[in-house]
């Protein structure tokens, strides 16, 4: 056999759960010399999977260490497997069957998977293809990913003719593999006493394919007695929908039943239970025009071109018609001939040898194409300065050294907005010296042009759903020879156009807490973390926004560790100023009234001695600003005169002299209310500066990473907050002393956690 | 010895110039290297409209006609000739309006008139004379009388002519539907009903070739230069189908703007021809394994890489039998550089631009947008403001075609310094590399190494370029690469390459020569050669398999 060419024993992943097929796939690959296949150990709890069910009795056949049995195991073959499991299946395994059933799948599998992969097709019904399913379930890039895949992908059909209705690309990758029955002799135990016809139409309530078959059986057969067979999600109210029943009583009603309907005319889809009836004997009726007829049904007395037709033999039937019974009975057999094993071996052998010989020259060929480095753009969308656009770069930098320790070493490109009143070339001095920098504008193409744009790129069949998409346009390739777009923040006026995978750097869903945005003013910015391939954030609170404010799907999502600027004190131990930091700016989320009601209490009940050093963006303006949410604060301030004497607004620092005011400050207070954290209280540890912080989850989790003993407060109550600053000036040299070290510090820095980031990007590609 | 034959199959739309197109110069080379073989010949067959076109191609290129066969349908599609009548017609220069000639007539003639009169009245020496004049006058009166009827009709035309105006109102409509017609005229192309009838015409012309080639048995196997015609994969023979490249799937945002859906056609075409051929040609490892393995899904071995030949232009410029044959063709190269100017797009300044020994970058292409040029004009902004280079940039392509690049210009007042020179003939694009200081090539995209280096090189001009695939694939010594190669992604990386070999322009050329020799080894022959391989493995295994 071809496997010969491949030098091992030949070992098949069938990642599918469905009984019946199984019993017949797993017995011919193993007669055309297949000597291990993987079967998922989990599946969907869906309705559509109301035929699956999971045997481990293939397991020991495999051969494989247990260890790695039970890695793969604990895969969801329907999804996303771990890095480790492919690993492993590729290590042992060169032909994986699939079938599409979410978007992860066709990504996974394209991306990982280093065998054939095989789509093993049943059929659809309602008219749509294969390709349609494809392109419904994984619409930017599911034709993209599988005809990338060239001569190792497969549409393994079950049927002859499936592929006549599909995209061009699949039909020439059409392999033919039947469809038989394990077991297709016929037992013959019918004795039909029962006069009901017997109609299988499975999930009625659930399902609204079967809902409508079931509708139209009894609109044409409601005079008629039948009990309505197959398995019922939810019970339905019909009394002769029989729902769940044992293993006996179906074997009973098999024998019993009178006659089995069978209603289908799709070309590219059959059912089971046809072929079981007549496994059993029962006589079977069924209308034209459906793939009975082309697996031998044309002739068959059985066979009734109308409804009128079907209901005259259903009545002569069930009328003791023991002649048209009977010739059914002796005839219909033939419907099993393409079912039997024997019949099917040739195909399936003819099917292997092909697509086994194929995967030899594939392999081979392979070892020959030029490697090609992967290159990752960082796109920063809007003017972000400031600690946005140190994240940035902190960012680059993890995906260029995480890239090499999995000895997958890429090259990155950091975008920013074509503006020189916003970026200088010295705005980027600092940045790692092998990442590129590229200026961009967003370019906007409307629906004719985006469609052009994608089916260009190879992106078959794709069709816009929006009105207009952006684009990245750097002047040069309008980034094309990147292989992955990471865009920080979810800033996005458009949808980005999928020319290539998509993530995500969301930092947090502050509209949900604060009313920055004006009502559905952020509906685009959701609808950009729906349509990413992957979202990053830092904070598991903005984990569980992205899956419950943006509603993406928790696979979607991944956590990775925060990049803080981890920098150390090389100034010169100073003596404290009588005074602390307070960091701030004008946004509406930082807490300004409480802060000031705070101070007050402070320095007015409890005696305090600290002056309060303001600093931060636009804080010069602080007590003039004309916005909404600082309205009344000189007045506070005034209204005190300790408050009004003590509080000393330095306004906007440049980095050397932030950084001395900071080591020169008692502590650092961070009065904010809800955002995804602030790293100044980490540059404060950094200096060994103990800082003062509102208690809020991602304040929490930045205190658990990196371990700086933050001192907490009630950012909603001054009094608590006044109480707080008192234990501050009493304590700071003693929590001080708790701060971690240097070499506590190194564990976070962006080399130790590189590898993660470029784990979940490197998924994307 | 028997010759064995083998087939081209061209079908371009009516009205491409193949002159000015890289595969025109492409198939008139390959041609030339088929004629030194006596085993082999080559038939082409083309669309009706194509034959006088090749042979301009050919005449132009030096490619002798009589070294292979062209077989076409005989009459061109009525339509078409109609069309091409028209626009024969149009290009003679526009007449005059019939009332505005009556008009000029009549004044014409009454100047004569009023000539004569006052001469002969000047001439006049005697009453006799006088007298003659005034019988003169008598005798026009009388005519003028005589065809006074005619007189007032023409008057009444005139004034219908003068009073039009008020009756435009009325032919709007009518004017509505001829103006479409007049654009339809002008620009067909963009004409969706002329779209449906070119396709139609394209079609039947497919059809009436497919006859010819089917009726030409002694032709052992067919080779299409372009994937742009999927009635190639109709032959019935065996078929092997060049892919030079597939420019849209790599630049698919610059291109979705250009032509519109008629664009999107032609890469449905192609899509097509690639999805049902069977063989192909491509000019280098990096598009048979991107393009067509990774895009198209086909297989790997089913692909032959075969490498261009160097394109030597020094034939065009070399001369000899003078005591400084150097000397004389450069100063030769330098009259050319000077009818090459009067091609420039901004002829207010080069009109009076005496100075033929001028300084100057050179790029020779069209503005496409996988050429790169933005970025190269982001370059030699900053090396002629910032590191104040003396010297120009030369451009061959047209700036109407590419607005950013136009825009680019225009924003930083480039105009004097970036000069597009286009619709050079070979011996004044031969003439501009050998002048040239430099050569550069940022073109991020190619379907095998850009033929400017062994240009450049074979007239002794250094060139610099982008580092790219399908470069070097060819260029494959690092020190050549080091003195050669920048990041077309990166402007600055560009304008430090630039100024490095402007300032090390000899160092440079002898690396880069050492390059050249060994290129130039390869000729066209072998190309041709090679491709003949080709398509006699193909015949011989279609042949097998009929057999088995």
């Known amino acids: ?600 209490i402070y320095y007015e009940e409890l005696d305090g001695k600290l002056n309060c050093h303001v600093t931060g963006v636009n804080t010069d303006v602080l007590l003039k600003s004309s916005l909404d949410h600082l309205k009344g604060l000189a007045s506070l301030v005034k209204s005190s005169e300790k408050l009004n004497d003590k509080l000393r607004i330095l306004g906007e620092l440049s980095e050397v ?109 | 010895m028997p010759v064995k034959y083998f087939g081209i199959y061209l079908a371009y739309a009516p009205g491409v110039d193949l002159r000015h197109e890289g595969l025109g110069r492409y198939l008139a080379a390959f041609l030339k290297g088929a004629s030194e073989r006596e085993d082999v010949r080559f038939v082409l067959v083309c669309p009706s409209w194509s034959r006088e076109g090749l042979a301009d191609l050919f005449e132009s290129e030096g490619v002798d006609s009589a070294s292979f066969d062209v077989v076409a349908p005989d009459k061109e599609p009525m339509l078409l000739r109609l069309y091409q009548a028209y626009k024969a017609r149009k290009e003679r220069k526009a007449e005059i309006g019939v009332m505005r000639r009556i008009s000029l007539f009549g004044i014409s003639v009454k100047n004569k008139l009023l000539g004569r009169v006052v001469r002969r009245l000047v001439e006049a020496t005697s009453y006799i004379d006088v007298l003659f004049v005034f019988i003169e006058g008598l005798l026009l009166s009388i005519l003028l009388v005589l065809i006074s009827p005619l007189l007032i009709v023409g008057l009444v035309f005139y004034l219908c002519f003068l009073i039009k105006s008020k009756f435009q109102r009325f032919l709007k409509p009518v004017k509505r539907k001829v103006a479409r017609f007049r654009r339809l005229l002008k620009s067909p192309k963009d004409d969706a009903l002329v779209l449906r009838l070119y396709n139609g015409i394209a079609r039947v012309e497919a059809e009436r070739m497919l006859k010819l080639v089917n009726g030409l048995s002694h032709v052992k196997a067919w080779y299409s230069p372009t994937a742009f015609w999927p009635a190639f994969n109709k032959i019935k023979a065996p078929r092997v189908m060049c892919v030079p490249d597939v420019v849209l799937s790599d630049f698919p945002v610059a291109f979705s703007n250009i032509g519109g859906n008629r664009f999107a056609q032609v890469y449905y075409d192609v899509k097509s021809a690639i999805e049902t051929g069977s063989h192909y040609i491509t000019y280098s490892e990096a598009i048979k394994w991107t393009t067509l393995v990774d895009q198209f899904g086909v297989r790997a071995s089913n692909v032959s890489v075969i490498h261009h030949a160097p394109n030597d232009l020094k034939p065009w410029v070399a001369v000899s039998g003078y005591p400084d044959n150097e000397v004389t063709s450069i100063n030769y190269c330098e009259s050319l550089f000077r009818s090459a100017l009067k091609r420039s797009s901004n002829p207010d300044y080069t009109y009076g631009f005496e100075n033929v020994k001028v300084s100057f970058i050179f790029y020779a292409s069209q503005f496409r947008p996988n050429k790169n040029v933005i970025s190269l004009l982001r370059a030699y902004e900053s090396l002629l403001r910032k590191r104040l280079i003396k010297q120009k940039l030369i451009l061959t392509g047209r700036p109407e075609t590419s607005p950013e690049v136009k825009l680019f210009v225009k924003k930083h007042q480039l105009e004097n310094d970036v000069l597009f020179l286009h619709g050079l003939s070979i011996q004044q694009l031969a003439a501009c590399y050998k002048l040239a200081d430099l050569v550069v090539n940022p073109s991020l995209s190619e379907g095998g190494c850009p033929f400017t280096f062994t240009e450049a090189l074979s007239v002794s001009t250094p060139v610099v370029m982008a580092r790219i695939p399908v470069s070097e694939e060819i260029l494959t010594d690092p020190d050549l690469q080091k003195v050669t190669f920048f990041d077309p992604y990166s402007w600055e990386d560009i304008a430090d390459k630039v100024e490095w070999a402007l300032d090390h322009r000899q160092d440079v050329l002898s690396i880069q020569s050492v390059a050249y020799q060994s290129l130039a080894r390869r000729t066209w022959t072998n190309v041709v050669d090679e491709h003949i391989d080709v398509l006699l493995e193909i015949s011989d295994k279609d042949k097998f398999e009929e057999d088995a």
């Open chain 1, 657 to 765: 002299d932030y950084t001395r005011a900071l080591s020169r400050s008692a502590f650092l207070w961070h009065a904010g209310t809800i955002d995804n954290g602030t790293f100044s209280v980490i540059e404060a540890a950094c200096l060994g500066v103990p800082s003062l912080s509102s208690d809020y989850p991602p304040m929490r989790e930045i205190d658990i990473q990196f371990k700086i003993n933050l001192t907490w407060m009630d950012a909603s109550s001054p009094r608590n907050m006044a109480q707080q600053l008192k234990y501050m000036e009493e304590r700071h040299s003693v929590i001080r002393d708790s701060l971690p070290s240097t070499s506590d510090f190194s564990e976070q820095s962006v080399s130790k956690l590189a590898s993660k980031y470029w784990g979940v990007v490197r998924e994307c590609l």
């Open chain 1, 1 to 600: 056999m071809a496997c010969e060419m491949l030098n091992r024993s030949l070992r098949v992943m069938w990642l599918l759960n469905h009984t019946s097929a199984r019993k017949f796939e797993l017995q011919m690959l193993k007669s055309i010399g297949v000597t291990g296949v993987f079967t998922p150990k989990n599946y969907p709890q869906l309705p559509s999977f109301r035929s699956a069910s999971v045997t481990y009795s293939e397991d020991d056949a495999l051969d494989i260490p247990e260890v790695e049995l039970q890695v793969l195991n604990a895969q969801d073959w329907y999804g996303a497997p771990t890095i480790e499991a492919w690993a492993i299946a590729n290590k042992y395994f060169d032909v994986a069957f699939f079938i599409v059933n979410k978007p992860d799948i066709v990504r996974n599998i394209s991306n990982n998977f280093k065998g054939a992969i095989l789509w093993r097709a049943y059929g659809q019904v309602q008219g749509l293809t294969h390709g349609d399913i494809l392109k419904l379930t994984c619409p930017d890039d599911g034709v993209f990913k599988l005809k990338g895949l060239g001569e190792r992908f497969w549409f393994a059909q079950a049927y002859q003719n499936l592929h006549a209705k599909e995209p061009e690309w699949m039909a020439k990758r059409s392999l033919y593999l039947p469809l038989g029955m394990a077991n297709s002799s016929i037992v013959d135990g019918w004795v039909g006493s029962e006069k009901k016809i017997f109609f299988i139409c499975p999930d009625i309530e659930t399902n609204s394919y079967y809902s409508n078959v079931f509708n139209q059986f009894e609109k044409n057969f409601k005079d008629l007695p039948y009990a309505v067979g197959g398995a019922q999600s939810i019970s339905s109210s019909s009394k002769d929908v029989l729902g769940v029943v044992t293993d006996e009583q179906h074997q009973r009603n098999m024998r019993e039943m009178r006659v089995m309907f069978y209603h289908s005319t799709e070309l590219t889809h059959v059912h089971y239970h046809p072929f079981e009836a007549i496994r059993a004997g029962m006589p079977l009726v069924f209308m034209a025009g459906g793939m009975l007829d082309s697996l031998g049904g044309k002739e068959l007395p059985g066979r009734c071109l109308t409804i009128q037709d079907a209901r005259d033999k259903l009545i002569r039937i069930l009328n003791d018609d023991w002649k048209l019974i009977n010739s059914i009975r002796a005839t219909q057999g033939v419907l099993l001939e393409p079912m039997k094993a024997e019949n099917c071996k040739p195909s399936w052998k003819l099917g292997f040898d092909r697509m086994l010989t194929e995967l030899a020259i594939s392999k081979k060929e392979q070892l020959l194409r030029p490697v090609k480095v992967k290159r990752i753009a960082i796109i920063v969308p809007v003017g972000y300065r400031g600690g946005s656009l140190r994240g940035t770069k902190l960012l680059a930098e993890a995906l260029l050294e995480g890239s090499k320790q999995w000895g997958e070493p890429a090259e990155v490109v950091l975008l920013h907005l074509d503006n020189d009143e916003v970026y200088s070339p010295e705005e980027f001095s600092d940045l790692h010296k092998d990442v590129k920098v590229r200026s961009f504008k967003w370019k906007v193409l409307d629906q004719d042009a985006a469609r052009r744009a994608m089916h260009y790129s190879g992106h078959e069949g794709w069709e816009p759903v929006s009105g207009s998409y952006v684009v990245p346009d750097d002047g040069i390739k309008q980034l094309m020879d990147c292989d992955a777009w990471v865009v920080i923040s979810d800033r996005l006026t458009a949808p980005l156009l999928p020319l290539r995978p998509i993530l995500l750097m969301v930092y947090d869903y502050l509209q949900r807490y604060v009313p920055l945005l004006s009502s559905g003013a952020d509906l685009p910015f959701i609808n950009a973390a729906r349509s990413a391939q992957k979202i990053l954030v830092t904070t598991e609170f903005t984990r569980l926004d992205a899956l419950q404010y943006a509603g993406v799907t928790e696979s979607a999502v991944s956590k990775v560790p925060m990049l803080a600027p981890i920098f150390f004190n090389n100034t010169e131990k100073c003596e404290s100023e009588p005074g602390f930091l307070w960091t701030t700016n004008l946004s509406l989320h930082k807490n300004h009234k409480n802060a000031l009601k705070a101070l007050k």
